[in-house]
């Protein structure tokens, strides 16, 4: 009975171990075997709709959480178990992975014959656009997010990439004139990276729909005043006050358990030409751990999907298959609930097609993903 070990109970992680599942339903020469899927999070994040869900009554925690557990119920215990917990490192000589349970913060050892690292990363600073260490604290920090986001009048975000964007649209398209909202970029432009064409567009919209955007801008310092508000200092010293600030600036790469030898200067996993960890054996990294491609959902769901079909292969007795990353760099996101823009390579998006494509941050796709139908 071989033990295939997946950590990370989320897009990677998740879409990996139903595809293994249901693939390997269908295949008559595999050798006999069994997934753990260790999650410190109970329950999915569907965080894809987080810049929606900080709006109080637009989505509720039955839309954006879900069980994991219950989503694999309808495989054999024989087959797949779920450990709710945390890793707190590997020992790849003897392949063990140490946990320690949610449940009862006990400590357990799992023995595996291949491990595939798939646990995301987490927001810099304390948001909940990303899980916050568990599905209780996630939703603790949403839900006050929430109730900060109701009271205030006037809000400030910083950071301009999608989060950043997305989060001002909603935000704006929602309350219009009852609340201002500023976006910081640090940066020239918004939407920085991307094509030229879509960074103006994103712009453009913004300012259609009212938001403030102050450009070149690095917050130097956070200060609470006595009333309640937030005082922003910036790096030119000019200082702004608002009811609330929501930062979203960046992210990392949740890989502190893992030896420093398979890290690089970022702190993700490296990675071979088969989603292989390089320099130990018979472990892979995918998702947002990984340096082999940016952590966008696209790639995401790419990268799960190749590393189902090449442990199928492994599982058979034969060698993995090669991946290829994606050359051509694509995304899109929303202003709002009426505009958008995105690109494929340096080809701008027509608005309205992203719209269509993203209108419901794919909240319906979340029960098909996490009872594997959608696979």
Known sequence: MKHVVIVGGSFAGVGTAHRILKQAAKSAQLAPFKITLVSRDSHFYWNLAA???????ELSDDQLFRSIAEGFAHYPSTQFEFVLGSATGIDTDA????????????????????????TGASDRADTPFKSRGSTEATKDALHELQRKVEKAETIIIAGAGVTGVETAGELKFA??????????SSGSVVLPGRPASVSSTAQKQLH???????????????????????????????KLVADLYIPSFGVVPNTSFLPEKLLDSAGKVKVGGHLNVKGVDDVFAIGEVADTEPGQYFTIEKQASHMAKSMIQILSGNAPLPYVATSTSMGGLLVGKKAGTGHFGNYKLPSFLVVIIR?????????GAVDGSAY
């Open 51 to 57: 810049p929606r869900a900080v709006i109080p009554g």
């Open 95 to 118: 392949k063990t992975v140490q946990v320690t349970r949610g449940d009862d913060d006990t400590a357990q050892e799992l023995n595996y014959d291949y491990l595939i690292l798939s």
């Open 175 to 184: 309350y219009g004139a009852r609340k201002r909202v500023t976006l910081l």
């Open 208 to 238: 259609a729909i009212g938001v403030d955007l102050k450009l070149g801008a690095t917050v130097a310092s956070q200060t609470e005043l006595p009333d309640g508000r937030q005082e922003l200092t910036f790096g030119d010293g000019q």
């Open 359 to 367: 209108k419901s941050l794919f909240v319906d796709k979340f029960p």
